[in-house]
């Protein structure tokens, strides 16, 4: 282990550039060049230390090192660049540099308000995360994890309507207050376990810690509830259910906040938290030996009421993500399935689905990323956020949503999109393991069909319909043999079948493009994308004296007509195509080139990442860090039965 200032630095760099960013307020060029600048110099430093700590070296700052300040024994704020710790900054830091330039484009293309406040708290919310993925130990972690959740509230909150106002202080009230208690709660139980066998610990330490396990012997019920309450405490921000209402409603947040925090940074850090736990404050044999005794089961391992939640959660987000017809929303719960794939992969606790599930890490960022830009292309051009509205826009946006099809792909775990390694390395895990464990394999299984299902409508109706003849039975909703007439239908059809069968008893439904059984439309994504920019041009919230008796779509026409800011593109503010059907564009017109370009970049990445898992330093750190865990080579984890491997790192 090595004492450097580099780590800190790495959180640091972009705490700076709040003070520069906020300076250059009047500035935007220069303000947005200090975050692309702030983004460059982070990653730099993440980069500079990942050779060393490919080789065995460890990078550490300690405040009591550094000031001789130290709060409590064994309580010590650090901060340590460690293989797991390299591997979610250099993600992190990484995607920011790409996330920069698309955020810039997606604020100047709407013109949107705040834009200063926005760069400021991306700035914070980055610094935040890459503190949670160097913490050396529990509070380090926690008060960063804490941290991260003051400082996107802004951002969550960043349309300063009702809807986003009431989704902000939910946000809060899941993660900062929710999480962050089971997690403070699971932090003191371990600082006093460990205090039982000796000088207090909450260090991390490759495999558990040593004296966590030596307290587990004798307090084993206070070890199983202290194990629990870190994994709900990480769980809330990894959105296992029934912790998860948060992300979806937290959509109302501009899409470079869904797309690098709500696929990256804020809930990745709820996963990070995950695997902290299991491989390096429990480790698999303490796990493995301090199972509970459920009546009239028996004896069950800890993990197995996690790896639970996790098949449920993504079979069952999988399911009502089919039932969405916004975008951000049927992506938002596509990330509460795939999260659930790396909790699941962890909790199986075999080395090939360890190595899956931390690979999968980076496959869903560079995937649900490129989803996420892909969706905020289409709303700033187009003003177009439901997927019943979509029919045809492949050929207004041809790059975008070719880039899309790449990211559902991934998501689907298809070859050679990333997402199809990591899913291949935890189903194989779940085969070693045999018994119940097939079970967790069915579930996988079955999401990578449900992923079909929920994003294929989406590249269908792009790609595959037109805008005078479209379907609407991919969605779930809707009957299943169609509607008798597709939203464009005219009169003369009204008695057609829309995919050619005989007219559905449509009695009692409603034909309308965005009916649904819940109030999910009270919270539309992007609903007001200039709402503080009035006709006149001053900076006024937009006021409605009664959003109850308004139509959703009306809001919406109404707060997009104040400001025309894209009367040269289709000449309509509406979603939808417009009067005569979407315009052709080539793929480098359809968009500025700071949007485009991390479109192409971003899907690019979730293609080499699949096509040469090998040469991925992703995998090889995945592999470095389960590696160091079981103190045993890769090549002969698969060679080892896991019984046997589980008395080897017990013992």
């Known amino acids: 282990m090595v004492a450097d200032i580099r780590p800190?630095?790495?959180?640091?760099?972009?705490?700076?550039?709040?003070?520069?960013?906020?300076?250059?307020?009047?500035?935007?060029?220069?303000?947005?060049?200090?975050?692309?600048?702030?983004?460059?110099t982070k990653f730099g430093l993440v980069v500079s230390m990942l050779p060393a700590v490919m080789d065995g070296t460890v990078f550490r700052w300690?405040?009591?090192?550094?000031?001789?300040?130290?709060?409590?024994?064994?309580?010590?704020?650090?901060?340590?660049?460690?293989?797991?710790?390299?591997?979610?900054?250099?993600?992190?830091?990484?995607?920011?540099?790409?996330?920069?330039?698309?955020?810039?484009?997606?604020?100047?293309?709407?013109?949107?308000?705040?834009?200063?406040?926005?760069?400021?708290?991306?700035?914070?919310?980055?610094?935040?995360?890459?503190?949670?993925?160097?913490?050396?130990?529990?509070?380090?972690?926690?008060?960063?994890?804490?941290?991260?959740?003051?400082?996107?509230?802004?951002?969550?909150?960043?349309?300063?309507?009702?809807?986003?106002?009431?989704?902000?202080?939910?946000?809060?009230?899941?993660?900062?207050?929710?999480?962050?208690?089971?997690?403070?709660?699971?932090?003191?139980?371990?600082?006093?376990?460990?205090?039982?066998?000796?000088?207090?610990?909450?260090?991390?330490?490759?495999?558990?810690?040593?004296?966590?396990?030596?307290?587990?012997?004798?307090?084993?019920?206070?070890?199983?509830?202290?194990?629990?309450?870190?994994?709900?405490?990480?769980?809330?921000?990894?959105a296992l259910m029934p912790l998860h209402s948060w992300l979806a409603d937290a959509m109302v947040a501009p899409t470079p906040v869904s797309g690098l925090l709500h696929a990256v940074a804020v809930v990745k850090s709820g996963a990070f938290g995950?695997?902290?736990?299991?491989?390096?404050?429990?480790?698999?044999?303490?796990?493995?030996?301090?199972?509970?005794?459920?009546?009239?089961?028996?004896?069950?391992?800890?993990?197995?009421?996690?790896?639970?939640?996790?098949?449920?959660?993504?079979?069952?987000?999988?399911?009502?993500?089919?039932?969405?017809?916004?975008?951000?929303?049927?992506?938002?719960?596509?990330?509460?399935?795939?999260?659930?794939?790396?909790?699941?992969?962890?909790?199986?606790?075999?080395?090939?689905?360890?190595?899956?599930?931390?690979?999968?890490?980076p496959a869903h960022a560079f995937a649900k990323l490129t989803l996420f830009f892909c969706a905020g292309a289409i709303h700033v051009e187009t003003h177009t956020d439901y997927i019943s509205e979509m029919a045809g826009i492949g050929k207004r946006m041809p790059l975008t949503m070719t880039a899309f099809t790449v990211g559902a792909a991934g998501m689907a775990g298809l070859p050679p999109i990333a997402g199809f390694i990591s899913k291949f390395y935890m189903l194989i895990g779940a085969g070693a393991m045999g018994d119940e464990y097939w079970l967790f394999a069915g579930a996988l299984l079955l999401s990578a069909v449900l992923n079909i299902a929920y994003f294929w409508p989406v590249v269908y109706t792009a790609f595959f319909e037109s805008e005078d003849?479209?379907?609407?039975?991919?969605?779930?909703?809707?009957?299943a043999g169609g509607l008798i007439e597709s939203y464009a239908a005219t009169s003369d059809d009204e008695n057609v079948a829309a995919d050619g069968g005989e007219?559905?008893?449509?009695?009692?439904?409603?034909?309308?493009?965005h009916t649904d059984d819940t109030d999910d439309y009270d919270y539309a994504v992007d609903k007001y994308p200039s709402d503080h920019t009035t006709a006149?041009?001053?900076?006024?919230?937009?006021?409605?004296?009664?959003?109850?008796?308004?139509?959703?779509?009306?809001?919406h026409d109404e707060a997009v007509a104040a400001v025309d800011h894209?009367?040269?593109?289709?000449?309509?503010?509406?979603?939808?195509?417009?009067?005569?059907?979407?315009?052709?564009?080539?793929?480098?017109?359809?968009?500025?080139?700071?949007?485009?370009?991390?479109?192409a970049v971003i899907a690019t990445g979730a293609v080499v990442l699949g096509v040469g898992p090998d040469y991925a330093v992703f995998l090889e750190l995945a592999i470095r860090i389960v590696e160091g865990v079981f103190e045993t080579p890769f090549e002969q984890l698969g060679t080892v039965p896991f019984d046997a491997l589980m008395t080897e790192v017990t013992n």
């Open 8 to 40: 800190l630095a790495a959180v640091l760099v972009s705490a700076v550039a709040i003070a520069l960013i906020v300076a250059s307020h009047r500035r935007p060029n220069l303000r947005e060049g200090w975050s692309v600048l702030a983004a460059l």
């Open 274 to 361: 995950v695997a902290r736990v299991i491989l390096e404050v429990y480790g698999p044999g303490l796990i493995y030996d301090l199972p509970l005794d459920v009546p009239g089961i028996g004896e069950v391992g800890l993990n197995i009421p996690v790896a639970i939640v996790a098949a449920f959660t993504l079979t069952a987000a999988s399911i009502i993500a089919m039932r969405k017809d916004h975008l951000k929303r049927r992506l938002a719960y596509s990330t509460t399935a795939q999260l659930s794939y790396i909790v699941l992969g962890l909790s199986m606790l075999h080395p090939y689905a360890m190595v899956g599930a931390l690979f999968h890490i």
């Open 62 to 238: 300690s405040l009591k090192e550094s000031t001789g300040i130290q709060f409590l024994e064994g309580i010590d704020f650090a901060l340590r660049a460690d293989p797991l710790g390299i591997f979610f900054a250099l993600l992190a830091s990484f995607l920011w540099i790409f996330t920069s330039f698309y955020a810039a484009g997606y604020m100047r293309g709407l013109s949107e308000h705040s834009q200063t406040r926005f760069f400021a708290s991306f700035a914070a919310s980055l610094s935040a995360a890459v503190g949670i993925a160097f913490a050396a130990n529990l509070v380090t972690i926690f008060v960063f994890y804490e941290l991260l959740s003051l400082v996107t509230y802004p951002l969550v909150a960043h349309n300063e309507d009702a809807e986003a106002r009431i989704a902000g202080r939910k946000y809060l009230t899941y993660t900062f207050f929710g999480g962050g208690v089971f997690l403070l709660a699971g932090t003191v139980m371990i600082y006093w376990l460990t205090s039982l066998v000796g000088g207090p610990t909450l260090a991390f330490e490759a495999g558990g810690m040593d004296a966590l396990a030596a307290a587990a012997q004798a307090e084993p019920v206070y070890a199983q509830a202290a194990f629990f309450l870190l994994i709900a405490g990480f769980g809330v921000k990894a």
């Open 469 to 479: 003849r479209h379907d609407a039975k991919p969605l779930l909703e809707f009957p």
């Open 503 to 513: 007219p559905a008893d449509t009695s009692g439904i409603e034909n309308e493009p």
């Open 536 to 555: 006149d041009g001053t900076d006024t919230p937009n006021q409605s004296t009664d959003a109850s008796t308004r139509d959703d779509h009306d809001d």
């Open 566 to 599: 894209h009367g040269d593109h289709d000449d309509h503010l509406t979603g939808g195509p417009p009067v005569g059907g979407w315009p052709r564009r080539s793929p480098w017109t359809e968009s500025t080139w700071l949007m485009l370009a991390p479109i």
